[in-house]
């Protein structure tokens, strides 16, 4: 797939035509092109050899010729031209949060830098101060961005930041006695990965909770301090930003801070229509204040509905919302059972009686126990005679268990040629059958596809595992024709799972959102190896949000006995 490619191309061609000055509407034409296509599911190759690519709405008839100019000889002429007189050392600089285009282009004619040890050199030098918009704060802004960006460009995993965003918000409650102290940002909108926390409060005494903030245990660093703000920083590195507002201002700063930019850009020009100004102090008609305090007014007096958080992206959520056809997102109180769950008899830390008290304090109806098949050696996968015995050690079990099954599971590997580790005959003693690649991530695309959708055929199985293979950070997807997976799994009545493990979030929001449309059902499992990973359901519910799913649409939704039903249907 090269759609990542040529969105990164795209916004670099954005970026440098700012950086030059260049027409703000082309500017902003090649963004949204960027984001078009790197939202697309759909391989971008597939789109031009069908001669589609101009139906994709943002992709208008010269974007569609440089596309295809990219797929057949790897360039884009324009690129090339436009990119004339702009080193790559200037190019990367641009990448530093915190330093913009714009500024980069100020520091480049006032004081002629050009590369980034120039940029750190003139940031310690102090020759930068008094520049327009080069303040001390400004300047320790860089800073930070240049070290940000060195650390493995300074972004943190959703499954990492959550549990300190929680902790932080719930000492600050605790500590001030504000109920209105929340997360906003990207992690409010449960993005995969997070740039920084931003925690957003209000109260009558705005300096105790600024007081509080800065005096948390987990602060390693304090940035700034002020009387309504603060940026500290936590451990394992985490930028932690607090805003302190009025009361009367909360819905809207909320509003403002959650973001995305992206939607926020797009409701602010709903308003200007309107003849309404939206900021982060509230909404106003000319010098009258019309709404403020809460986040809701803010879209009602835009005649809209609340968005939830998950969807504020500019992926149509606006427009859905404008017409009263935002979806009904599925939430985690209405998921009844965990689908992937590790006990110790292949690699989890925990008994299957423990995983299930878990479970049932957790109030679900049901967990699977999908410990991994024999292939699977070093994570000590059951051969045909354990998982025997695993079956009746949970048939004992679920005998003392009222309103609780525990379903007897694995996580069966699909080897290299598509067979899978069992027998039928193994399988069908099984109530849940989840399938997963472990090995030979580097087949080739056709290969893959394959192997998968052999597997997908095997009336045995129900859903198929973490169905791209990444690791967040750490390994790509391996090469695979999605769609046509999709495809086989709609076709055969199987699910998908979102793997809700937080270094996996795999199904991703995107493909969730494709599986919806397509009709697939999605099942959401922790892959929990411990106790304490269970609460990690709340990750794949975020995906699954983000995905624009609602409640019919998850597997997990279904009662004890719905569920039992499905997976006789889907055989
Ligand atoms: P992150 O931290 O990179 O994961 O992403 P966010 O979305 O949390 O971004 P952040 O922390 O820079 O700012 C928080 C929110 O504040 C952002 O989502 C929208 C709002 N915001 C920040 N700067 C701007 C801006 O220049 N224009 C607009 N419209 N909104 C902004
Ligand atoms: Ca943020
Ligand atoms: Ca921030």
Known sequence: MKNKELADLFEKMADILEFKGENPFKISAYRKASRVIGDLTQDIEEIAEQGELKNISGIGEGMAQKIVEYLKTGKISKFEEVRKGVSDELIAIMDIPGVGPKTLSMLHKEKGIGSLSQLEKALEDGSLMGLFGMGEKKIENIKRGIQLLKQSKGRMNLGLAFPVAKQIVETLRHKTGSKKIEWAGSLRRMKENIGDIDILATGPDQEKIVQAFTHLPEVKEVLASGETKASIIVEGGTQVDLRVVEEDSYGAALQYFTGSKGHNIHLRGIAKAKGIKINEYGVFKGKKKIAGKEEKDVYRVLGMDWIDPELREDRGEIEASQKGRLPKLVQESEIKGDLHVHSKWSDGASSIEEIARVAQDRGYQYVAICDHSKFLKIAHGLDESRLVKQIEEIDRLNEKLKGFQILKGTEVDILADGKLDFPDKMLEKLDFVV?????????????????????????????????????????????????????????????????????????????????????????????????????????????????????????????????????????
């Open 435 to 571: 399938a997963a690649i472990h090995s030979g991530f580097k087949q080739d695309k056709g290969k893959m596809t394959k192997r998968i959708i052999r597997a997908l055929e095997n009336p045995c199985i129900h859903i198929l595992a973490h169905p791209s293979g990444r690791l967040l950070g750490a390994r790509d997807p391996y090469e695979v024709e999605i769609e046509e997976l999709m495809e086989t799994a709609k076709k055969y009545g199987k699910a998908l799972e979102i793997n809700a493990y937080f270094e996996r979030l795999d199904l991703d929001d995107i493909h969730c959102r494709k599986a919806k449309e397509m009709g697939i059902q999605v099942g959401i499992g922790t892959d929990a190896h411990h106790l304490d990973q269970m609460w990690m359901i709340s990750l794949g519910v975020a995906v699954a949000r983000r995905g624009w799913l609602e409640a019919k649409d998850v597997l997990n939704t279904l009662s004890l006995k719905e569920i039992l039903k499905w997976r006789h249907q889907s055989r």
